[in-house]
């Protein structure tokens, strides 16, 4: 499996960086879908020359090949589900969705994946659209294999697992085949597109196999790997069947990317004792002569840009609608995906005790708890809604009056702009996963704060968040009483605290933004195959052109955020 040669891929791969060569490449491809998805052996046949085959840019000029084109290599972001531009349509901007647009901006790229849609045709070759330097490549995925891979292995096994729920796992082999057959789907669908010289990324728990099966095609080239979710210790990790053919799958990866080092540590101590893993220098190592790297990443958010966002969006009249209907109250807010690893059971509960110890809060403060449904067709979803919903039904019966609702409750996804409306009117941010890889909703309320007047962000130290945003309140989601009196205090906060608690973790966002991540862990994997003369190359092509603006937190970028 792991039989090709390191030696011969390293410098197969980097040498495809030269200059000449880039040069050499920059007429290839025919049309729009050749040009992501030409296969690499019928790429490397063809003169390239203008002439037969020649694409050229939409200005005329064939030196400028953009959209995943022709000239020099690409970026290959991959990952289970892709969030393709609809005109006119809101935009799903989760994490995973922020991050990845991070990578490639600015850089020549293809994101791939799952198109979201089931078909019972295989998709032959991806389905390409093109925006902004970006070739978008999706595949749709069969009944079977959305019930196996996506909501078996994936979301029923591999998500609860990693979250630390073992008790929630529902393992069966079925499952286990038809998430090892989609990653291969995965692999031959990308493999027909891919050119050696191109970099790739692959996100997410979905996909740890591919680098595998991609190595299985022949495809030396370097591959990154970045687990958005948390890591759990070495003895949940051994709970998962056959755990050497996923996690063990991992080493195939140049470099194996964690949220904290919390969880890059519990891998680490998952491969070194894994049978024919040897511990290299640092946080390397090694399997049949290849290595593989470890590093913690924490992925982040466009924090000034998000700021700039909750400005304008105060102002607007939803953001004012909001404020009307607050009718003096307080609002404590609650943003999450319905997911039994938010902690949104516990936290209506501390709600709960809360009003239940201070009736002088009573008619004062609302909790508004935002809840778009997810993975609906999994039993553990369906519970924990139904959970919600009668516990949130309970609190408002005990406590509520006709003119005052203590929990109001919305499963509707809001855009981004309203999102960062809401944040910005809500006195405290109430985040209490019980685990969670990072939480960017944390950080995000963090950047959407007026820094005169911030809000209080109570945060569990469960969420990958809590190891960098130390100005909030933290809380173990598990103690109800203290998640009560956390909130008492966020609420009776006075302002020079606020603020002394809010300007450190806005100026740590500014530093570490959603672009500084995804140019720390580029580079990173630019290391991971570290070449004289070469490495230049790699690294100038891994970090985007554009002269980007100092990110240090000056009293200016303060006050522009
Ligand atoms: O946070 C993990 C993650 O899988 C992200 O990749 C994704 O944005 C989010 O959860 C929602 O997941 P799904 O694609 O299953 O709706």
């Given at each position: 499996m792991l039989a090709y040669n390191l030696i011969g891929s390293s410098l197969v791969a980097l040498g495809a960086l030269s200059i000449a060569t880039m040069r050499a490449r920059?007429?290839?491809?025919?049309s729009a879908l050749d040009r992501t998805t030409g296969a690499q052996e019928a790429v490397s046949e063809?003169?390239?020359?203008?002439?037969?085959?020649g694409w050229y840019h939409q200005h005329g000029?064939?030196?400028?090949?953009?959209?995943?084109?022709?000239?020099g290599p690409r970026l290959i972001i991959v990952s289970n589900r892709v969030a393709v531009p609809e005109p006119g349509s809101k935009q799903m901007a989760g994490g995973l969705v922020v991050a990845v647009k991070a990578a490639l901006r600015n850089r020549t790229g293809v994101w791939f994946g799952w198109s979201g849609k089931i078909d019972e045709?295989?998709?032959?070759e991806p389905r390409t659209v093109e925006r902004n330097h970006i070739t978008y490549a999706v595949i749709d995925l069969s009944k079977n294999d959305f019930e196996?891979?996506?909501?078996?292995?994936?979301?029923?096994v591999l998500w609860p697992i990693l979250h630390y729920?073992?008790?929630?796992q529902e393992y069966s082999r079925a499952d286990h085949s038809g998430y090892m057959r989609v990653n291969r789907l995965f692999a031959d669908k990308l493999s027909a597109f891919l050119r050696e010289d191109d970099v790739i990324w692959v996100h997410d728990?979905?996909?740890?196999?591919l680098a595998r099966e991609l190595r299985i095609r022949g495809r030396l080239n370097p591959i990154g790997f970045f687990l958005h979710i948390p890591c759990a210790p070495l003895d949940i990790l051994r709970?998962?069947?056959?755990?050497d053919e996923i996690l063990g799958?991992?080493?195939?990866?140049?470099l194996v990317g964690f949220q904290t080092e919390n969880d890059r540590d519990n891998f680490a101590a998952y491969l070194s004792t894994a049978p024919g893993v040897k511990k290299g220098r640092g946080l390397t190592f090694e399997v049949e002569g290849r290595q593989t790297r470890i590093g913690a990443f924490p992925v982040s958010i466009e924090t000034a840009t998000y700021a700039r966002l909750a400005r304008k969006a105060a102002r607007s009249p939803f953001a004012k609608e909001i404020r009307e209907s607050l009718t003096g109250l307080r609002l404590v807010l609650g943003v999450d995906?319905?997911?039994?690893?938010?902690?949104i059971v516990q936290r209506i509960n501390a709600f709960d005790r809360f009003l239940e110890v201070n009736p002088e809060w009573r008619s004062r403060v609302t909790l508004l708890q935002i809840a778009p449904r997810s993975r609906s067709a999994i039993i553990d979803y369906a519970a924990i809604e139904n959970e919600v919903t009668t516990l949130i039904g309970r609190v408002n019966g005990r406590y509520g009056e006709a003119f005052w609702t203590p929990i109001r409750y919305i499963n509707r996804f809001h855009s981004r702009t309203a999102l960062s409306g809401i944040y910005r009117a809500?006195?405290?941010?109430?985040?209490?996963?019980?685990?969670?890889?990072?939480?960017?909703v944390a950080k995000e309320y963090v950047a959407a704060q007026d820094p005169e007047n911030p809000g209080v962000l109570v945060l569990?130290?469960?969420?990958?968040?809590a190891a960098e945003l130390t100005g909030a309140l933290i809380v173990?989601?598990?103690?109800c009483d203290a998640v009560a009196a956390a909130l008492k205090r966020a609420l009776g906060m006075p302002l020079f605290e606020r603020r002394e608690r809010h300007g450190p973790m806005l100026e740590h966002l500014l530093v570490h933004d959603i672009d500084q991540w995804a140019e720390s862990y580029l580079a990173a994997l630019a290391e991971t195959r570290q070449r004289p003369g070469l490495m230049s190359e790699l690294r100038a092509f891994l970090s985007p052109s554009r002269s980007r603006t100092?990110?240090?937190?000056?009293p200016e970028v303060r006050r522009q955020a």
């Open positions: 920059a007429n290839w491809g025919s063809r003169a390239p020359s203008p002439e037969n085959d000029d064939p030196s400028v090949v953009e959209l995943g084109g022709s000239m045709t295989e998709t032959a196996e891979y996506y909501n078996g292995l994936a979301n029923r729920r073992v008790d929630l728990y979905h996909l740890m196999p709970t998962l069947p056959h755990h799958a991992l080493t195939d990866y140049d995906r319905l997911d039994y690893s938010k902690g809500a006195d405290v941010a109430l985040i209490t996963p019980l685990r969670d890889g990072m939480n960017i569990s130290q469960f969420a990958g968040a173990n989601p598990h103690e100092d990110r240090r937190a000056t």
